[in-house]
């Protein structure tokens, strides 16, 4: 857990508040995630950043906002979120081998639950 | 047909004995296979990659991939009380972005004293 580390591991919010989970990586990669996980449904990318560049938006709605001031830190903004928002909020980060065309390992950080009320 | 799937379980297995858990993949899943543990309550470890047909051995842990009949396995060898988790198995996009992996569901093992 020490490598990818995340802040707050547990956060109760309303509909109408605005917060920021904060996710820092130890590893030395340079491309990170979010991920979100709910009950009986399976890992859902939503973002991936590369050197601080968004590289995948994956049709998530604008009430999440990411952003990646370096390649050590993520954050991911949260406003006027819903009910069926309420998950395990997953970062994660790989290191970027061009040289290889195959897909890269990712390690998670330890989440932070999220209940929307 | 879903990219990957995985039997949901539970697979329940005594102490000791082999623990075998299953994936299946679609073509649009490529040949880089990952398998994670996740612990109740915790986030995804990740135990086992494979790029090979064939097998992979890592301790107590075997992967095995067969890209003819499109499935990879993780075998657990002397299975322990402490395997007990959720285990996920994730493909790459054939094709596409080396950032993006499909998960399974998870299957969920427990393994009995």
């Known amino acids: 857990e020490t490598g990818v580390t995340q802040t707050p591991r547990h956060l109760v919010m309303g509909m109408t508040n605005k917060k920021s989970l904060k996710c820092e990586q130890h590893l030395g990669h340079n491309a990170m995630y979010w991920y979100k996980q709910s009950a009986k449904k399976p890992l859902e990318l939503m973002f991936v950043y590369s050197l601080e560049e968004r590289v995948e938006n994956n049709s998530v709605p604008s009430r999440f906002s990411p952003e990646c001031p370096n390649s050590s830190h993520l954050f991911l903004h949260l406003h006027t979120l819903q009910p069926e928002d309420s998950a395990l909020y997953l970062c994660?980060?790989?290191?970027?081998?061009?040289?290889?065309?195959?897909?890269?390992?990712?390690?998670f950080g330890p989440g932070t639950r999220l209940t929307v009320t | 047909q879903k990219e990957v799937e995985q039997n949901s379980g539970p697979l329940s297995v005594p102490e000791g004995a082999i623990a075998s858990l299953n994936c299946t993949y679609s073509?649009?899943?490529?040949?880089?296979f990952f398998w994670y543990r996740q612990y109740s309550g915790k986030s995804p470890e990740l135990i086992m990659s494979?790029?090979?047909?064939g097998d992979k051995e890592d301790g107590r842990f075997t992967a095995q991939l067969n890209k003819a009949s499109q499935y990879v396995s993780l075998l657990i060898r002397d299975s322990q009380p402490s395997d007990s988790a959720t285990y996920l198995c994730a493909g790459g996009n054939s094709g596409g972005s080396n950032y993006k992996l499909t998960f399974g569901k998870g299957t969920l093992l427990t393994v009995n004293p």
């Open positions: 494979t790029y090979s047909n």
């Open positions: 073509d649009r899943v490529s040949q880089s």
């Open positions: 994660a980060s790989s290191q970027e081998l061009p040289e290889r065309d195959l897909s890269y390992e990712q390690y």
